[in-house]
């Protein structure tokens, strides 16, 4: 089992940055790829990053390229999301996953964390 823990969520204002975290526990989660997702109210949830076990190969929704870099620190069990020039329409719960129950960084993942909100205003 593995348990995720999302943090870093917040309000700021369009233009701005935020790092999110996400701390694993339980298995480790070292040889994993792992993704980033978000909802956002009355839309369905979509990807937004993912990155492979060994952090040599990273994927990232077109609407967020450019602006967001996905990364790990495989000795902290911990997935970090920089997130530059925000944009109000990336305001959304955020969502950690590890395992792909699939090849590739986009389909779905066995864990997920709770999830933590980012809110940017304009």
């Known amino acids: 089992q593995v348990q995720l823990v999302e943090s870093g969520g917040g309000l700021v204002q369009a233009g701005g940055s935020l790092r999110l975290s996400c701390a694993a526990s339980?298995?480790?989660?070292?040889?994993?790829?792992m993704g980033w997702f978000r909802q956002a109210p009355g839309k369905e949830r979509e990807f937004v990053a993912g990155?492979?076990?060994?952090?040599?190969?990273?994927d990232y929704a077109e609407s967020v390229k450019g602006r967001f870099i996905i990364s790990r620190d495989n000795a902290k069990n911990t997935l970090y999301l920089q997130m530059g020039s925000l944009k109000p329409e990336d305001t959304a719960v955020y969502y950690c996953?590890?395992?792909?129950?699939?090849?590739?960084?986009?389909?779905?993942?066995?864990?997920w964390g709770q999830g933590t909100q980012v809110t940017v205003s304009s």
């Open positions: 996953a590890a395992v792909p129950q699939s090849l590739g960084l986009r389909g779905s993942y066995n864990y």
């Open positions: 339980g298995r480790t989660i070292s040889t994993s790829a």
């Open positions: 990155i492979n076990w060994v952090g040599s190969y990273t």
